[in-house]
């Protein structure tokens, strides 16, 4: 009976390293999310903005202000949209919200400003979108259903060899005794 808690064990790994896959995944692309580059209000940034990156602007704020910001440069128009809904992550003690993408035609280093009229503690920055974590909660989610699915056949196979041959020895043993 050794191999069938072998081939369930199997199982089990598979299960453990799913979970752990997914939340590796998960963690990893929403810690991706937070600004790497921060600014105050009234200062201007050079980034370098690749579009596939999709970068989108961020603030952290403990009251609603008034923004405006503006980016130019690199070598093509990029614009700055706003986004839908509210996408709020919280990275070194700061909870930072969405409101902005950079739409850049192109790879290049812009130069970005954002100010406020309110004299408040506000923190820009600039980071992933939000919805780029999609990628890496969709291959977690893969990783959380594939990699158990495969140690459940690995199990299943492995438990139908054992019963088919020991069926087979024991019909042998039966003809021949």
Do not use: H
């Amino acid at each position: 009976m050794w191999w069938l808690a072998a081939a369930w064990g199997v199982f089990l790994a598979c299960c453990v390293a799913g979970v752990l896959l997914f939340g590796g995944s998960v963690a990893g692309g929403v810690a991706n999310l937070a600004p790497t580059r921060t600014f105050a209000s009234g200062e201007t940034i050079t980034v370098p903005v690749d579009p596939a990156q999709k970068p989108g602007v961020y603030i952290a704020s403990d009251t609603q202000v008034t923004y405006d910001c503006s980016i130019t440069g690199g070598s093509g128009q990029a614009k700055l949209a706003r986004t839908t809904g509210s996408q709020k992550v919280t990275a070194g003690g700061a909870v930072w919200e969405q409101f902005l993408v950079i739409n850049a035609p192109a790879k290049g280093d812009y130069q970005l400003t954002c100010t406020n009229q309110e004299q408040a503690a506000v923190r820009y920055g600039v980071g992933r979108d939000a919805f780029s974590a999609v990628g890496g909660i969709t291959g977690g989610l893969a990783a959380l259903i594939l990699v158990p699915a495969a140690g459940l056949l690995v199990a299943v196979g492995g438990t139908i060899t054992v019963l088919v041959r020991r069926s087979g020895a024991r019909k042998r043993l039966a003809v021949g005794g």
